[in-house]
T-cell receptor
């Protein structure tokens, strides 16, 4: 089975530009998570969805960040406008009714 | 609320030596516990998990962990490490309660560096 698929794997963009990260969860999984990983803050949960509905977005750092899940097989994380401090690795992950979370390979974002 | 503390940010060790990566947690309810591994430039993947039953849990790549409820610990061990075990290791805890959503809390990670 295909795992969690994220795109792009690497993104370099200029400050002020819009960034869209994409995620395809594992088929049949009903939870989807967006995490951010930095050296300073470690792994942070930004937002998670259950059955396509956002449940907790308290980890979203500010209004520049938004996430959507229009259907069970696709989610986006958007940053508009982007800033250099947004540079990080962004992980999408999904889970079925059990407890194991499956992570994608990550999207490496650099904002210059 | 739940929390996880990984006591060592970095653990250097020589190849074929034993290793222990420490993890302590706090929670007011029963927990599920996990260890994930992150190889360079990759996502996290599950090493092992404790849900219930035997407190000694065996995972992939020869790793094992022991759940100690009285000490609120879930330390990860391997009797003989390889160069290929060099990676970041994350401990995670999920508090399970009736009607809960089982969202895990991750530790800050421990970087295992295996020297030849």
């Amino acid at each position: 089975d295909a795992g969690v698929i994220q795109s792009p794997r690497h993104e370099v963009t200029e400050m002020g530009q819009e960034v869209t990260l994409r995620c395809k969860p594992i088929s049949g999984h009903d939870y989807l998570f967006w995490y951010r990983q930095t050296m300073m803050r470690g792994l942070e949960l930004l937002i998670y969805f259950n059955n396509n509905v956002p449940i907790d977005d308290s980890g979203m750092p500010e209004d520049r960040f938004s996430a959507k899940m229009p259907n069970a097989s696709f989610s986006t994380l958007k940053i508009q406008p982007s800033e250099p401090r947004d540079s990080a690795v962004y992980f999408c992950a999904s889970r079925s009714g059990g407890n194991t979370i499956y992570f994608g390979e990550g999207s490496w974002l650099t904002v210059v | 609320a739940q929390s996880v503390t990984q006591l060592d940010s970095q653990v250097p060790v020589f190849e074929e030596a034993p290793v222990e990566l420490r993890c302590n947690y706090s929670s007011s309810v029963s927990v599920y516990l996990f260890w994930y591994v992150q190889y360079p430039n990759q996502g996290l993947q599950l090493l092992l998990k404790y849900l219930s039953g035997s407190t000694l849990v065996k995972g992939i790549n020869g790793f094992e962990a022991e759940f100690n409820k009285s000490q609120t610990s879930f330390h990860l061990r391997k009797p003989s490490v390889h160069i290929s075990d060099t990676a970041e290791y994350f401990c995670a805890v999920t508090a399970h309660a009736s009607g809960g959503s089982y969202i895990p809390t991750f530790g800050r990670g421990t970087s295992l560096i295996v020297h030849p």
